[in-house]
């Protein structure tokens, strides 16, 4: 019994790991959340995208129903210390490499929310890969 036990539970344990982050087959998108914000006003989401084979892919487009738009941005400092942001046509997802979206650097912008984003909410955001295709993640509303 102990040997039949114990590859039931590791095939077990293997489907459940496999099936908590999203993935196409050749991206993983993980650590997804976005910052508390009012309606009408923008918003954030941040994640990690994981490319594991060997040809680089590119995120070319995002979409939710909490926000009219969404856009990718690239927050950075000039040398005199004023921050802006500027819009991303692609974001390239190197072969067998990561990508941060993260405070400061590449986010996707949730332009015009359309209801308030609370601590403890989650909203469904569709990401789009020029090869991999689309991928829709879960982002919950978090303070960090």
């Known amino acids: ?46 994640f990690v995208i994981q490319n594991d084979i060997a040809s680089e892919d590119a995120l070319i487009s995002a979409s939710t129903d909490v926000a009219s738009a969404t856009e990718a941005h690239m927050s950075m400092m000039n040398d005199q210390g004023v921050a ?9 997802i190197p072969a067998s490499d990561s990508v941060t979206f993260k405070a400061g650097g590449l986010h996707i912008m949730l332009v015009d929310l ?18 991999a295709g689309e991928t829709t993640v879960q982002v919950e509303v978090k303070e960090q």
């Open 114 to 131: 359309k209801q308030d984003l609370k601590v403890g909410d989650t909203f469904t955001l569709t990401l789009q890969f020029e090869k």
């Open 84 to 92: 802006s942001m500027q819009m991303q046509d692609a974001v390239q």
């Open 1 to 46: 019994m102990k040997k039949f036990a114990f590859p039931v539970i590791l095939t077990i344990a293997v489907t459940f790991l496999s099936a908590c982050a999203p993935s196409n087959g050749s991206l993983t998108v993980n650590e997804t959340w976005a910052r508390p914000a009012f309606k009408g006003e923008n918003g954030a989401a941040y």
